[in-house]
């Protein structure tokens, strides 16, 4: 079983356009990292689940390349669609 250093709102995340990554400051100093099209997948897992799916399954964490953390990213699914639409990027299929 996965333990996570803590549970973030994608609305608490940055989202860099360039790398098309959410971010979040990583107590080591460096960010955790999740790619949108990763997130958006997870989360669409996860709904299609009705949210039950086994810890080892989720998906929706991000990781600190630096350290060993990792969080997981809780919201809906249109947090991450909102941000599909606002930079202009097509949501996949």
Do not use: H, W
């Amino acid at each position: 079983m996965s333990s996570f250093y803590d549970e973030i709102e994608i609305d608490d995340m940055n989202f860099d356009e360039g790398t098309k990554t959410f971010t979040y400051p990583c107590p080591c100093g460096d960010r955790f990292e999740i790619y949108i099209d990763d997130l958006y997948y997870a989360l669409s897992d996860l709904e299609e689940a009705d949210g039950e799916l086994p810890a080892d399954e989720l998906s929706n964490i991000a990781i600190c390349p630096s350290c060993s953390l990792q969080i997981l990213c809780i919201g809906d699914l249109q947090d991450v669609i909102d941000v599909y639409e606002k930079i202009g990027m097509e949501i996949p299929k």
